[in-house]
């Protein structure tokens, strides 16, 4: 599974930064999938909408005919309906794929991979339901290999396939059913997706607005320009030589065609059980840098930063069982994820992954990059990048003279650390994150953006000189962008004054333990 | 004011956002073959009620006395559901032979058939043969009078006519013992022919788009 996720993961990387030289990493769709596919279901409900006001059970090729002949309105908004519809199976695929290669699909976020597989089958089923309802040939071709496939189960009294035969009209009522399915499902999918973030915390459902609108309006225009067509009617009497076939959303019909119905549900069975034990075989150890975040009692203030800032609600304030008066937090390993969050959250860095917490971070920097930084003599920019920036943009920042010092994730950076590095000689200290959207920890970059300029709790301290911080984004295939933040950050460090280093300071001190009553007293 | 850079990435995000919507609409209607333009074919589809084939006894008067008046049912059956051969020949050449029984576990449903067979265009006789393959002479047990034995009253008056009624209607509903359709059909290259039963003529028959209610 490794071995398969490491290929995964390197094919992201790969299609990431094609995407991101394209588009630019803050447009970057492919960081946008799962808020794309919910764009696409509010587009396919609100189109559906209107869809809905013309469709008639008794006459379904002709009203859809008549509805593709709207010169003003029918034709587009029936065109941007499939085109939305073919978008959001090609989002939930994508997001399904980033997930499984970032490795973001088994322990805590087991819940969002199964009901997200969930939602995806749904989805296609709903697809088909709605390709039916259209009643051209390839609407029959649909029907009539979901009645193959739906026979050899015990569901229905009379095989569905013999609505299809021609003896007989295709009753009004299956169209009915059809329809009320191809309603229901999408409602049902907003339940499934309520669950599929019921995890996160402020989850993010929609892409930025001028990408949403950028979307929205291409889909759009490819509708008025290219419509899609509508198929011949169907016809039991007749064999179609081809049908005009959706590949995107029904990209298993010629490969179902050709099995026996007991065959092509083997294979459902079978990529369904594949798929879901996805998280089972996916797992790894929850130790070293995957283990729980854990709280220092001694330590916590009590002060609900950490709550507030955990993207994943897996902390909570409790009653604490010492005589001291505050609430004291308590992480729940269950929900942790061990972003690390947490660790840059917490002013008295009293809480972090084992390891990373804020002291374990300045304890790092004192033992292994500080000696080094000392080594180099000459004051140099430190650039603080994310474990997951690629080798090849961070060998380019050292080319330019900085001291790189990779860290877990920019978001777990405590800015004590940011203060140790300037009092200890470096001119300037420049923090690459991933882009805002790729957070690998959801919430990284805002968070410390908020930290080390807007004063959030665990704030980068007043007396640290913000013109010699700077917050930058590196991305798969934007190495030129992040060079180029590092080139003027160096030039906007040349006129300030000489930078004094300040060693001596013992920035843990500032950080005491909560004393108790007892103590105070 | 955009630079010269920015401009280009535009200018290239534009035209990979146009390859990618123009990837989704090809693949949103793609022609993928379907069937074989070269042939035509039959299709064989009808549902019916396979024949009850029971053993029944009139009870007798001594019994019924013994009954409570709404338990006084004048005849008793125990039987099965028949199971029919199905032999299809084209050109005097079989094409399949089946066995078809009732649907559900017990093939106590109506059964359903749907066959279909492709065929070269063109002129073929046709001959198609639905026996049942149960041998029985007691055919007309279900149609056997029922003779009340007592008197029945108040709302079970007319009760023994209802009885034999249900039976005659049974029989009726079920499909007949034998069918066979023996002609010649004419087949067009991508147009189905349908062989069907028809109910109320007790037989079957050919369908196509001229004689067909869609």
């Known amino acids: 599974m490794k071995f398969i996720i490491r290929g995964a993961r390197r094919i992201l990387r790969s299609v990431d930064a094609a995407a991101t030289r394209a588009f630019g990493w803050a447009w970057n769709p492919l960081h946008q999938t799962g808020t794309v596919a919910v764009a696409m279901l509010l587009v396919l409900i609100v189109t559906g909408l209107y869809l809905l006001l013309y469709y008639r059970v008794g006459a379904p090729w002709e009203s859809v005919a008549r509805l593709a002949a709207q010169p003003w309105a029918g034709r587009w908004i029936r065109s941007l309906h499939r085109y939305a519809s073919d978008l959001f199976v090609i989002a939930a695929v994508l997001h399904a794929f980033r997930m499984f290669a970032q490795s973001r699909s088994w322990g805590p976020r087991t819940l969002a991979w199964i009901s997200g597989l969930v939602l995806f089958g749904v989805g296609l089923v709903c697809a088909w339901t709605g390709f039916v309802m259209v009643w051209d040939a390839f609407g029959e071709r649909l029907a009539r290999e979901g009645g193959r496939l739906l026979d050899v189960l015990p569901v229905f009294s009379e095989p569905l396939s013999r609505i299809f035969a021609g003896d007989a009209p295709v009753p009004s009522a299956f169209f009915f059913v059809n329809m009320f399915l191809h309603i229901a499902l999408p409602l049902a999918m907003g339940a499934g997706l309520w669950l599929h973030v019921s995890r996160l915390a402020r989850p993010v459902l929609l892409p930025p607005k001028r990408l949403t609108q950028a979307i929205i309006g291409g889909l759009t225009a490819a509708s008025l320009l290219l419509p899609a067509p509508v198929g011949a009617p169907a016809d039991a009497f007749r064999l179609a030589e081809s049908t005009l076939t959706n590949l995107v959303t029904a990209w298993w019909l010629p490969v179902s065609e050709r099995l026996t119905p007991g065959m092509a549900w083997g294979v459902v069975l079978l990529g369904a059980a594949v798929a879901v034990l996805v998280p089972r075989f996916g797992r790894r150890p929850r130790a070293g840098a995957l283990a729980p975040s854990v709280v220092d009692p001694a330590l916590c203030t009590g002060c609900n930063q950490c709550p507030q800032d955990c993207p994943w609600e897996a902390i909570a304030m409790v009653p604490r069982d010492d005589d001291r008066p505050a609430l004291v937090a308590l992480v729940n390993p269950a929900r942790c994820v061990s972003c690390g969050i947490c660790a840059g959250s917490c002013a008295p860095m009293g809480v972090g992954p084992a390891g990373r917490s804020g002291r374990d971070q300045l304890s790092l920097l004192r033992s292994t990059f500080l000696p080094e930084l000392a080594r180099s003599g000459n004051p140099s920019i430190v650039a603080v990048c994310c474990a997951q920036a690629p080798e090849a943009d961070t060998a380019a920042l050292r080319a330019r003279g900085a001291r790189v010092h990779p860290v877990s994730c920019a978001g777990n950076l405590h800015t004590s650390g940011i203060e140790l590095l300037l009092r200890s000689g470096a001119s300037g200290v420049i923090v690459y994150g991933c882009p805002p959207r790729d957070c690998v920890g959801r919430e990284g970059p805002k968070w410390l953006r908020e930290r080390v300029f807007n004063d959030r709790e665990a704030e980068l301290q007043p007396r640290v000189d913000r013109r010699r911080v700077r917050l930058a984004t590196m991305a798969p295939g934007a190495r030129s962008e992040a060079v180029d933040a590092l080139d003027a950050f160096t030039q906007d460090l040349v006129i300030l004054e000489p930078h004094l280093p300040d060693p001596d300071a013992d920035l843990e001190v500032e950080c005491v333990p909560v004393p108790s009553e007892e103590e105070d007293a | ?214």
């Open chain 2, 1 to 214: 004011m955009i630079t010269g850079a920015r401009l280009k990435r535009r200018v290239v995000a534009v035209g990979a956002g146009a390859i990618v919507l123009l990837l989704i609409v090809g693949t949103s209607a793609a022609p993928l073959p379907f069937h074989d333009p070269a042939m035509a074919r039959l299709r064989l589809s009808w549902s019916a009620r396979p024949e009850r084939i029971e053993v029944c006894r009139t009870v007798s008067a001594e019994e019924l006395e013994q009954r409570e008046e709404h338990m006084r049912q004048r005849v008793e059956c125990d039987g099965r559901f028949a199971t029919y051969t199905l032999r299809v020949e084209a050109d005097d050449r079989v094409v399949s032979e089946s066995i078809v029984r009732g649907a559900g576990l017990r093939h106590d449903r109506p059964l359903y058939l749907l066959r279909d067979f492709d065929l070269p265009p063109g002129g073929h006789r046709i001959r198609v043969t639905f026996t049942r393959r149960e041998k029985t002479d007691d055919d007309a047990a279900a149609f056997a009078k029922v003779t009340p034995a007592v008197r029945d009253s108040g709302i079970f008056v007319g009760r023994a006519e209802r009885e034999a009624e249900e039976h005659a209607r049974r029989a009726r509903a079920a499909i007949p013992a034998s069918l066979a359709l023996d002609t010649s059909v004419t087949f067009t290259r991508r147009r189905v022919k349908i062989i069907t039963f028809d109910r109320d003529r007790r037989a079957l028959e050919v369908l196509d788009d001229t004689r067909a209610s869609r």
